[in-house]
């Protein structure tokens, strides 16, 4: 079984990395890392560069577990997190959750909310430590 | 000098203030992002001209002006992607000083090497412009045919790459140019009522540059982000600054004739000044790798032109750039006939004008040295929601040229036009000068040959018009000659130019 994180290179996705890898060695379970963007605007600071990854794979991979990393430019990048757990049949997915105004929330969507709903499995929404 | 004091006076009511901070700030803005330049920004403000007064007009469309030679530089330093063309020298060694932490030095370089640049181009500007214009005044119909013939070819061969593509563009920008009827029977205009004023050069360029960016960019929305490098504010140390003094004067010695020049535009006094600075420099180990006087010399360089471009802009009515071309088109919607007599009938405008270059040069170096890291988040907006309202903008500058249904098709159908351009590497600025030209170059020519009864001879009857030929002959001798001599050019300029070719106005 795996574990599937979506991971964004800002403190949420940092949070959901640690729980994600907290529960991958007390499941003994694979993780699955993924980050992806919609590629429309010119810099997304949330879509990951090379060396952070490498750091991600060390962090888990220093933890005894076998990591996986989708870093890719996809449509919809909640669909990229779900699509991934139900290909990958995951046990859990794990996902990072910001607090949003009001305002926010009428104007765009959010990754979050749509990988809790659409997720074919138990999702774990984390906050970062404040 | 008592003129510039009234100029003065002029730009620094708060009314006209105001314009010149939103236009320095629109300016910057437009000039960090990539794709979108001052020329299509002033394209896309041009129905402002229906009910601001012309003096506030041009202070603000001069501000986009500067303010896109200033806003440029900064994507190139920290994105390695060009915002404008004029900044593509910039990024060989901006980038490179960036990636080596270096960020802050190289945009403060950059901020105040334009600065000093534009104030000593616009001096230069102040102190040409009248006396240009009276040495114009003397011109005849012959010599002004001339010199706009000149400026076509120029502005065709001798910048871009490919002399092939620049002189399709020039002449699909002269045939949009020829419709309607002008000379009394009809042009091009297949019959239609609603094309016998001809095709307004506001559809025109809006479509072009705004229609056809905005479906460029639709056709290539998915792309891997780029890694932006992140800085603080800029700040310059005393060794800096002691190897970026002479650059900058080196850079605006370039910048100024070349944009004063028919062949104007920024790109070529950008590349000689970096290749100067690199035959000059005592640390050539560094160039490739961050050199500062690389960042210095072009930045100054492309501002100083800025300022040049306007000297052929005022004082003959001539476009050397595509944002002069319209701004040049501002002018003709208020009415205004920029030439010789202008400087004399207007000088509470033209003067005032020239006050407000001073002040925007000074409003954007205090906004940009504190401002890069908030110029720089700009480059996180989604592209649609950006494009989306461009083409609001355009539709709406479009339609309201004359509030007819039938000008949307047309800037659909030239944004079509602008769409394959990009798509098969044509160069934008020939269509656009073409366009505003041609008319202008067909009336000069009737007039002259009204004059003199259909004689043909009255075309090299002027002294002027004789050198100008002769200067044509000169530079169609050196591309030829570079041409059979095959491309020995320095691969960073090759390198430099290729990047050129996708960078849009």
Known sequence: ?130 | MDLLLEGFATALTPENLLYAVIGVLLGTAVGVLPGIGPAMTVALLLPVTYNVSPTSGLILFAGIYYGGMYGGSTTSILLNTPGESSSVVTALEGNKMAKAGRAAQALATAAIGSFVAGTIGTILLVALAPNIADLVVKLGAPSYFAIMLLALFTVTAVLGSSKLRGFVALFLGLGIGLVGTTTGQQRLTFGSPQLADGIDVVVVAVAVFAIGEALWVAAHLRRRPLEIIPVGRPWMSRDDWGRSWKPWLRGTAYGFPFGALPAGGAEVPTFLSYITERRLTKRPEEFGKGAIEGVAGPEAANNASAAGTLVPLLAIGLPTTATAAVILVAMQNYGLQPGPQFMDAQPKLVWGLLASLFVANTLLLVLNLPLAPVWAKLLQIRRPYLYAGILFFASLGAYSVNFQAFDLALLLAIGALGLAMRRFGLPVLPLIIGVILGPRLEEQLTTALAISQGDLSTLWSEPVAVVVYLVMAVLLVVLAVTAVRGRRADSVVDQAKNSYQEVSM
């Open chain 1, 1 to 130: 079984m795996t574990i599937v994180v979506a991971y964004s290179a800002d403190p949420y996705g940092r949070a959901a990395l640690a729980h994600a890898a907290r529960e991958a060695g007390r499941r003994q379970e694979d993780v699955v890392v993924v980050n992806a963007t919609r590629g429309d605007s010119l810099v997304d600071r949330r879509f990951a560069d090379d060396d952070d990854l490498a750091r991600v794979r060390s962090s888990i991979e220093d933890l005894g577990l076998t990591v996986t990393i989708e870093h890719e430019v996809v449509d919809d990048v909640a669909g990229a997190v779900v699509t991934a757990a139900e290909r990958l049949d995951a046990s859990l997915v794990v996902v990072g959750v910001r607090h949003r105004s009001p305002v926010g929330k009428a104007l765009l969507g959010s990754v979050g909310q749509r990988v809790i709903l659409d997720a074919p499995c138990p999702v774990l929404a984390v906050k970062p430590d404040a």
